[in-house]
């Protein structure tokens, strides 16, 4: 089992960076694909990006392809989420979240940080 703690949200103005962070507890977390997932005010939670268990496979949505960069230090048991470019669409709450691999559903959650981006 891994629990995960997000941080780094806040709010930015639009055309601004962020850095999110997840911090993971045990000693399994290289075991684990990671995800970013974000979920905007009404909306369905959606998908971000996600990296496989050595930081080798790397992919993104199509929102945020470009500008946002996801990666990971297994020896700090944590994944990154560099944000730049920022949108005011790119406002949610994001979470982090892992899975056995970077092809099946995750099933470990965070507790999610909130982005805002102001225009």
């Known amino acids: 089992q891994v629990q995960l703690v997000e941080s780094g949200g806040g709010l930015v103005q639009a055309g601004g960076s962020l850095i999110l962070s997840c911090a993971a507890s045990?000693?399994?977390?290289?075991?684990?694909a990671m995800w970013w997932i974000r979920q905007a005010p009404g909306k369905e939670r959606a998908w971000v990006a996600?990296?496989?268990?050595?930081?080798?496979?790397?992919t993104y949505s199509v929102p945020v392809k470009g500008r946002f960069t996801i990666s990971r230090d297994n020896a700090k048991n944590t994944v990154y989420l560099q944000m730049n470019t920022l949108k005011p669409e790119d406002t949610a709450l994001y979470f982090c979240?892992?899975?056995?691999?970077?092809?099946?559903?995750?099933?470990?959650w965070g507790q999610g940080t909130q982005v805002t981006v102001s225009s």
């Open positions: 045990g000693r399994t977390f290289s075991t684990y």
């Open positions: 996600s990296i496989t268990q050595n930081g080798a496979g790397k």
């Open positions: 979240a892992a899975s056995q691999s970077a092809t099946t559903i995750p099933t470990y």
